[in-house]
């Protein structure tokens, strides 16, 4: 069986365990969440997580399995399976930004639509925003220019909404 | 109300009608309520584990939730293997603890511990309450969490200032948590399903699990059992699941289970799994787990189904209402008996056939006692108990276990009581201290190992004080039997660190506590000396001096297939 990325979105009770558990899961289990993304939804009582995964079709039933189990757990989606969804995340970039290379950073950033945030004699902070393929590519085409540092967020998900009802 | 009142009050409601605990300062406050409160019979024990077994022993026997209370820090960690115990097994159990004042919570206090982050992988849920006014509605969850869908067990930590404080009570009659909703209705189409794969079979075997015992589905297992003529095999968490003398059992499976049951299972073209959870002392080499066969899955948890073996039929949902739906079907399409019985009739010729092969046996013969030859005797001493119900046994973890699920026949549910996915030596006597206590007539024997019973014996203080008539019957092999075992099979008997030194003389021990020690050291010993004991009507020790090097067979070796066993 091959082990293929998933996206989980979990609905969890706002409460302070929550998330301990949920990491708990995780590495008890040997399981890696390779992102994770919580915040407050519309209901203050809910949490919303975005979280990826990787596995096996068995490993991910299980880690499905297991989050329903959780007490706090409200609902699990393997977004992934449900057909189209968007997906997010968003970076910070610093990079090195001297003379000869400040124009081309910030072409780069027009193509890829990034702001720069932060500018300083030797820098840029760019922010770029899109799925993570997105990010990537920006990442591998400013990588030759010098990345002094990164900050990612980590994926959120949605599902798509039907386009024709 | 004070939060310490508050505590009492929802213990009441509950229908709490003993605590098994240990106090200290983090809790003086509670303990100091339940001094006001006569209904709640307090049982003071020697050690927090022993508070955690009792608890656990008692919810095991009578199906209601133990409680047990204890201190913060060095309190609460002494009850992690009873809570781990109860967790693999799935026994309801509420664990109250009590911890520093919010205030002081993560600033390394006197006699902190985040017992919350500690039990989080061995609870079915646990809390931290923070308000005095949560009190009761944490109460009530946590015994809800405790005893619906997969019982288990449920901490609750209690700050000191949450004891303190005051506030209203309110105690919520009605309890939904909107983030738990165990399913309790199987879907209708997977029992049909699984009817038709019954009704097209010619090698079926009903697996019995733990899950049937705690949702009370034996009567429902032997009906079915009965109706279609299904051959029955248990886990040791099932044993009492389906009556063990019935002539359709074919006892436990697994890696000391019978040559008959592993063969059936391994041969067979049609599992009925119901409340069992595929465990590998089970199943041996998952890959080599019953080839031929399809398997029907009932199991409250989904997370049980799919996750050892593959099924073909699962059914999430209550054992007992999945069992009676799938009975109403066999009701309704009325197959007569006849046809049911000529459907198996082969494949119980060829069970009946490995049954004479290997039977479980064993030679009394010789100075030495066998233990087998122990449990067989107690058996015939106590079967109008046995089949009555008025007997309980518990067990420690090691050969002593595995003889008495050998060589016992239980035949009624809830009337073995022993650590079967954690494995817990030391489990069984403060386990038998609470099944006695929810159960003052009935007769409460628990079988131990000399290692074993070293790891609770303090808690014989705790049952002379409650005046508990427990009888502890020692298999005493002068050695860590069971490692003993695999060293001699699989190490080359290298025996390291399998002997004691130093063994107490139990009789004195017992005597030094004012219970009742007997001994046995030859066989012709042995019934008048279980007898004494089980006419007794104090605590009763009793030590027995069997074969030293005396094995449990059959064996599967571990991580083998379950066909490769080790016959005697
Ligand atoms: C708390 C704990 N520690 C260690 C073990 C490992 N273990 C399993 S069986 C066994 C030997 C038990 O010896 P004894 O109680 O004398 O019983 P016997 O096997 O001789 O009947 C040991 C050490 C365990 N199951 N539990």
Redesign the interface.
Known sequence: MSERKHTLSVL??NT??AL??IA?LFS?RGFNIDSLCVAETLDPTLSHLTLVTTGDD?II??II??L??L????KVVDVTEEGEFVEREMALIKVRAEKETRAEVLRMCDIFRCKVVDVSPRTYTIEVTGPQSKLQAVIELLKPIGIKEIVRTGVIAMRREKKNP | MTGAQMIVEALKREGVEVIFGYPGGAVIDIYDELYRTPEIKHVLVRHEQGAAHAADGYARSTGKVGVCLVTSGPGATNTVTGIATAYMDSIPVVILTGQVPTKLIGNDAFQEVDI??IT??CT?????VKRTEDLPRILRAAFH?ARTGRPGPVLVDLPKDVQQGKAEFYWPEEIR????QPVYDPHPRQVEKAYRLLESCTRPVVLVGGGVISSGAHEEVRELAERLHLPVTMTLMGLGGFPGSHPQSLGMLGMHGTYYANMAVANSDLILAVGARFDDRVTGKVDAFAPMAKIIHIDI???SI??NVRVDVPIVGDCKRSLEKLLEIVKEVARPEKIWREQFKEWWEQIEIWKKRYPLSYKQEGEYIKPQFVIEKLYELTRDKAQSGEIIISTEVGQNQMWTAQFYKFDRPRTLITSGGLGTMGFGFPAAIGAQMGHPGKLVVDIAGDGSIQMNIQEMATAMEQGLPVKVIILNNGYLGMVRQWQELFYERRYSAVKFQVIPDFVKLAEAYGALGLRATRPEEVEPVLKQALESDRLTLVDIHIAPEEGVFPMVPAGRATTEMILV
């Open positions: 969890v009770e302070p365990g301990a558990r708990g008890g068995l039933e299980q399995k297991q329903r189990r007490v706090d757990v409200y | 919350t982050g989080r992988p079915k849920h646990n809390f931290l969490i948590l909107r983030s738990y948890d989904p997370t799919q996750k």
